[in-house]
């Protein structure tokens, strides 16, 4: 069996692999996808920011007029003239003064509280942005490189594509069915020589039986690593 034309195929399909693998193994491809991810999680961070900020400064409000309301409550009971009170009620305001002075305490505690909480949010918001900022220039110097590698190699990869679908014209049916059927499952290279005794891809050592069939036909699958065994001239 003739299998010149097959491993001429080969060959020119060889540089095809070795050209997409360069696209597809680019260190600024693997770095601007990555900082894809790196801007969306910025993105969704500042609007979970916002949000948290939101709920910050809704309870500040609220904890704001607690604490006014208070206020106002020991202002009115200042106010009250004790000589006009019997000592019950005088008891009772005492009670209460000090029932509002304990809630005043607290609301002042969970107002500073909240007001360090936006601090932080604040502060993390800034970081996000520094980040999301740093991550969208990285993004587009990295896809700029990677773009102009693709104008690059895209044509030439193109070129030998056609050179391909020329190339089969020539080449036996059969023996193109199992190439592109190997290719499709990411074998390569798909025809290896023997080698000795070995098959050229995986190197196990073929039976003087298998080596006879080989001659005999021309080809054989590797019962190892599946590739197509032939003898060169």
């Known amino acids: 069996m ?17 050209l997409e693998r360069e696209l ?10 990555n900082m894809v991810g790196v801007v969306k999680d910025a993105q969704n961070k500042s609007s979970q920011l916002e949000k948290n900020a939101e709920d910050v400064v809704r309870e500040y409000d609220s904890l704001k007029k607690a604490f006014n309301d208070n206020q106002k409550m020991i202002d009115n009971l200042e106010k009250k003239d004790i000589q006009t ?26 107002i ?13 918001f800034d970081t996000t942005k520094k980040r999301y900022g740093a991550a969208k220039n990285k993004h587009a110097v ?52 023997l080698r000795s005794t070995s098959c050229g891809g995986c190197m196990m050592e073929l039976s003087t039986a298998q080596i006879e069939r080989l001659k005999k036909n021309g080809i054989m699958e590797c019962e190892n690593c599946r590739r197509y065994i032939y003898l060169e001239d």
């Open 85 to 110: 009170l019997d000592e019950k009620t005088i008891n009772e305001y005492k009670e209460l003064t000090n029932k509002i002075i304990s809630n005043l305490n607290y609301l002042e505690k969970k």
């Open 112 to 124: 500073m509280s909240q007001a360090d909480a936006v601090k932080r949010i604040l502060d993390d």
């Open 24 to 33: 597809n193994s680019s260190e600024d491809k693997k770095i601007y996808e």
């Open 142 to 193: 990295h896809k700029q490189n990677y773009e102009a590698l693709k104008n690059k190699v895209e044509p030439e990869i193109k070129k030998l594509q056609a050179e391909l679908l020329q190339l089969e014209k020539g080449i036996d049916g059969e023996l193109l069915s199992k190439y592109k059927s190997k290719r499709s499952d990411k074998f390569f290279p798909i025809f290896v020589p």
């Open 2 to 18: 003739d299998i010149k034309k097959i491993l001429e195929y080969q060959k020119k399909d060889k540089e095809v692999i070795k």
